[in-house]
């Protein structure tokens, strides 16, 4: 399934306007749906050093060696990992184009908030500041006062 996002973008005369950008949301989804578990995040950390073996991988975690398994699969289904021969070794190994997809759409939306932040800097730099005023004590009130 392609969704197609709105996106707006000035030209170089300086008008807004809308362009459609189409992406492969599905892989996305697939991608920060597993990298929603916090074993699954581990062990991304842990390839990033270098390709592991699923008894590697399992080291860390009080969990099966099936049960890592099953994470790297989902991984593996994300696209985030691949597995290798090795004469008796299945290394797993970090996919860096997923990665890099990952990244680039998280990039797109803050360089987005960035420009706005800097939008709204400038604006207030350019406001000026009115001086704080001294507030009033409060008034009190004598004995006699009080009466009348």
Known sequence: MVYSIKQL?????????????EQDEPVLDRAFLALADP?????????????????????PFSITVQAVSKHIQVLETAGLVTRTRDAQRR???????????????????????????RRL??????????????PTPPHHLSAEEQES
């Open 9 to 21: 973008n000035t030209d170089r005369t300086g008008r807004v306007g809308e362009q459609e950008i």
């Open 39 to 59: 074993i699954r995040r581990r062990m991304i950390a842990r390839l990033s050093r270098g390709p592991a073996t699923v008894n590697e991988l399992a080291e």
């Open 121 to 134: 800097d400038t604006l207030l730099a350019s406001t000026p500041t009115p001086k704080p005023t001294r």
């Open 91 to 117: 290394p797993v190994h970090l996919e860096p184009a997923t990665l890099e997809r990952l990244t680039g759409w998280i990039d797109r939306y803050r360089l987005d908030h960035e420009r706005r932040f």
